[in-house]
């Protein structure tokens, strides 16, 4: 059996443009995830994809705290804020490049960039930068994404 | 924060052009080019990118330099700012040593 992974006490997770219909029940699923297992969780992405969670969760029963990304990026940069774990959600070219960004500006945590949407793999091709990845084919069904995030995340062991 | 829409700018490569595309015609069509790690501060917005990231200088006045936009991707954009040329050229990582490639 594999060791469970460490709880983190702060993650930031980073959401890219909400066109990808996946990325959205992740999202509620791995920031509830956390939240639940005691994490202190910030969800950031621009206002669109914020807005589409706050109507999701009314009640911010799942997603918690959330913040703008440009906001996300300036606090991060002043050294205003960090995190232990940060997870990326990336599904286009921008998605990588927020990535990069995370990972040369949060050299200590831990990075995990899930890849998703209708051709992953190419995107992922384009990581060049010290992470961890998750990559699946996905686009209206999370299936497949959520249990490979579930496993990564070390609560597969944690729940039995 | 300023807001990018908020400066006058012209689009060197159109959204969706990819960071390699950009860091590439960076490199290839100015003579004086700087790289710069993302997080850098230029014309008060955040730079997002694979680093390093090329900024091209063109007759020490406009800066070209690849802006991200979470839904639509990177694009080049080039602005005039003498000050900010002068910051770059003081605060940058790196230049380019040779000239055109």
């Keep these: 059996m594999t060791d469970p992974v460490a709880q983190p006490e702060t993650a930031i997770i980073v959401l890219g443009c909400p066109e990808v219909p996946v ?9 509830s995830g956390l939240r639940e297992r005691g994490t202190d969780v910030l969800v950031t992405g621009n206002p669109s994809v914020l807005g589409l969670l706050k109507v999701s969760d009314p009640k911010s029963v799942y997603i ?33 490049a927020y990535a ?12 995990v960039v899930v890849v998703f949407g209708k051709d992953p793999e190419p995107l992922a091709a384009e990581i060049n930068f010290p992470c961890e990845t998750i990559t699946e084919k996905a686009v209206h069904n999370p299936a497949q994404l959520k249990t490979k995030i579930t496993r990564v995340l070390g609560w597969a062991v944690s729940r039995t | 924060m300023g807001c990018i829409e908020n400066l006058k700018y012209e689009k060197i490569l159109p959204l969706g052009a990819s960071f390699k595309e950009c860091r590439e015609y960076v490199e290839k069509n100015y003579p004086e080019v700087w790289y710069v790690e993302p997080g850098y501060k230029l014309f008060d917005e955040y ?30 954009l080039r602005i005039e700012g003498k000050e ?3 910051r770059v050229r003081k605060t940058a990582k790196t230049k380019k040593q040779a000239g055109y490639r």
């Design chain 1, 100 to 111: 990069a960004t995370m990972c040369h500006l949060l050299p200590k945590s831990r990075v």
């Design chain 2, 84 to 86: 900010e040329v002068e």
């Design chain 2, 47 to 76: 730079i997002i990118g694979l680093p390093p990231i090329a900024l091209g200088i063109e007759n020490g006045e406009k800066i070209t330099f690849p802006y991200t936009k979470p839904c639509h991707g990177t694009y080049l």
């Design chain 1, 23 to 31: 990325q959205q029940a992740l999202a509620l699923y791995v920031a």
């Design chain 1, 64 to 96: 918690g705290k959330t913040l703008v990304l440009e906001t996300c990026i300036g606090e991060i940069v002043e050294r205003k804020r960090d995190c232990t774990l940060c997870i990326v959600f990336a599904h286009n070219d921008a998605g990588i």
